[in-house]
Nanobody, 127 residues
């Protein structure tokens, strides 16, 4: 059984940084395309970033480009989201998600594309 566990959330001031981690267990993460999504109170869950199985392809929502960076360490079965220059509008629960894929380069931006989800970690950015 596949489990995803996020960590690294917290409260920071605007302009600060956090690094989220997503630990994958039950299967090697190298078979997964991995994504980060977020959900703010009263809003739908939205795509943030995705990284391909190989790690060579990434994609971001426009609002985070240049500030957030997704990466992976398949030897550690862990995916990261480095968050810099945080803004109050980044406040949300952040979820990692995984989809088993055969292609090393495919990425997915829709929530319905992912079969596995973590429990989420809260990120709060104060102004």
């Amino acid at each position: 059984q596949v489990h995803l566990v996020e960590s690294g959330g917290g409260m920071v001031q605007a302009g600060g940084s956090l690094r989220l981690s997503c630990a994958v267990s039950g299967r090697t993460s190298s078979t997964f395309a991995m994504g980060w999504f977020r959900q703010a109170p009263g809003k739908e869950r939205e795509f943030v970033a995705v990284i391909s199985r190989s790690g060579l392809t990434t994609s971001y929502v426009d609002s985070v480009k240049g500030r957030l960076t997704i990466s992976r360490d398949n030897a550690k079965n862990t995916i990261y989201l480095q968050m810099n220059s945080l803004k109050p509008e980044d406040t949300a629960v952040y979820y990692c998600a995984g989809r088993e894929v055969s292609s090393g380069s495919d990425v997915y931006r829709l929530t319905k594309s992912y079969a596995y989800w973590g429990q989420g970690t809260q990120v709060t950015v104060s102004s």
